[in-house]
């Protein structure tokens, strides 16, 4: 980006890159300018590369919020080149990779996703997590302890947080934000078990409301 200069080779070493894993909002951030500002360049080549770059890159964008934020710049650009590339391969090129940004999430005007609604969010979560809780910690359906409610409750903001940002893979990471919790009322085992119970029921909503593009 310092140089623009170097920008047609860094494009051509992207279009030689094949994506495997999905891409979020930091990788986003640093790729979307570049992209900006190859879509602009004069060379037809470039131009070509660039769409070609953006179509496998956004299909691997499954986040239709990160989309809509991040991915909404490049549909302009991508529009005049699809309308007005000199080429016919590259309009073809450009008119694929227009649909790919649209069926992402991204827009032309670029409208922010609606904020979270934390209370929605963690009585969703805790009803998850009641759902979960072994028979010898409920009474009538409800947690037998008070202060287990209460841990319940505050481990119910903290699961909110991971399903908002779509963290199902670190085990770790909800080990501490729920085991941990739970092995004062559970044994260790147990508790990481609950945890793991958790974040695979979640895992498992997020993969079928996944979008995907093969």
């Known amino acids: 980006m310092a140089n623009p200069d170097s920008v047609p080779a860094c494009i051509k070493a992207l279009s030689s890159t094949t994506f495997v894993a999905e891409v979020k909002a930091p990788a986003l951030a640093v790729l979307?300018?570049?992209?900006?500002?190859?879509?602009?360049?004069?060379?037809?080549?470039?131009?070509?590369?660039?769409?070609?770059?953006?179509?496998?890159?956004?299909?691997?964008?499954?986040d239709p919020k990160i989309a809509a934020i991040y991915l909404s710049p490049l549909v302009e650009g991508v529009q005049k080149i699809a309308v007005g590339a000199s080429f016919p391969e590259v309009r073809a090129f450009a008119e694929g990779a227009l649909k790919t940004l649209l069926k992402s999430g991204a827009s032309t005007n670029g409208s922010p996703p609606t904020n979270r609604?934390?209370?929605?969010?963690?009585?969703?979560?805790?009803?998850?997590?009641?759902f979960y809780l072994p028979?010898?910690?409920?009474?009538?359906?409800?947690?037998?302890?008070?202060?287990?409610?209460?841990?319940?409750?505050?481990q119910s903001l903290l699961v909110a947080d991971l399903v908002s940002k779509r963290n199902f893979s670190d085990v770790a990471v909800w080990t501490r934000c729920v085991g941990v919790y739970m092995s004062v009322w559970?044994?260790?085992?147990?508790?990481?078990?609950?945890?793991?119970?958790?974040?695979l029921h979640y895992h498992a909503?997020?993969?079928?409301?996944?979008?995907?593009?093969?």
């Not at 300018?33 to 691997?60: C, F, G, H, W, Y």
């Open 32 to 62: 979307v300018p570049l992209l900006m500002r190859a879509l602009n360049d004069r060379s037809m080549e470039v131009q070509r590369r660039t769409v070609v770059v953006i179509d496998n890159l956004v299909k691997l964008v499954r």
């Open 186 to 199: 559970l044994d260790n085992n147990r508790g990481t078990e609950f945890a793991e119970a958790v974040r």
């Open 205 to 214: 909503i997020d993969k079928v409301g996944r979008h995907y593009y093969y």
């Open 117 to 130: 609604d934390i209370q929605i969010e963690t009585a969703e979560a805790l009803s998850t997590l009641l």
């Open 135 to 154: 028979g010898d910690l409920l009474s009538d359906k409800r947690p037998k302890y008070s202060l287990l409610v209460k841990s319940l409750e505050f």
